[in-house]
Nanobody, 124 residues
Framework: QVQLVESGGGLVQAGGSLRLSCAAS????????MGWFRQAPGKERDFVAA????????SYADSVKGRFTISRDNAKNTVYLQMDSLKPEDTADYFC?????????????????WGQGTQVTVSS
């Protein structure tokens, strides 16, 4: 049974930082592209960042490029999202996801497994 468990969300002031973690189990972690998505209240789920099997390739949404960094530790079956210079518009539920193909996709429909999400609130 595949499980993705996010942690690290919370309340932070604008300009602050948070690091999200996603611990995976029940899958061969090093063979999955990992992604982060977010969903604000009343809005669709949006792509944030993704990382290839080895970590050598990454992709970011334009809205977070230069502020967020995705990374992974295959020995710990964990993917991270370091979020710096946070803005109120970053407020959302953040989800990690796993994709079994080889390309670093920005499309939520390409992802096979999803976590339950962790809430991030950025106050102004």
């Amino acid at each position: 049974q595949v499980q993705l468990v996010e942690s690290g969300g919370g309340l932070v002031q604008a300009g602050g930082s948070l690091r999200l973690s996603c611990a995976a189990s029940g899958l061969t972690f090093g063979r999955y592209v990992m992604g982060w998505f977010r969903q604000a209240p009343g809005k669709e789920r949006d792509f944030v960042a993704a990382i290839s099997w080895s970590g050598g390739r990454t992709s970011y949404a334009d809205s977070v490029k230069g502020r967020f960094t995705i990374s992974r530790d295959n020995a710990k079956n964990t993917v991270y999202l370091q979020m710096d210079s946070l803005k109120p518009e970053d407020t959302a539920d953040y989800f990690c996801a796993a994709e079994s193909t080889t390309w670093v996709s920005r499309d939520a429909y390409d992802y096979d497994y999803w976590g339950q999400g962790t809430q991030v609130t950025v106050s102004s």
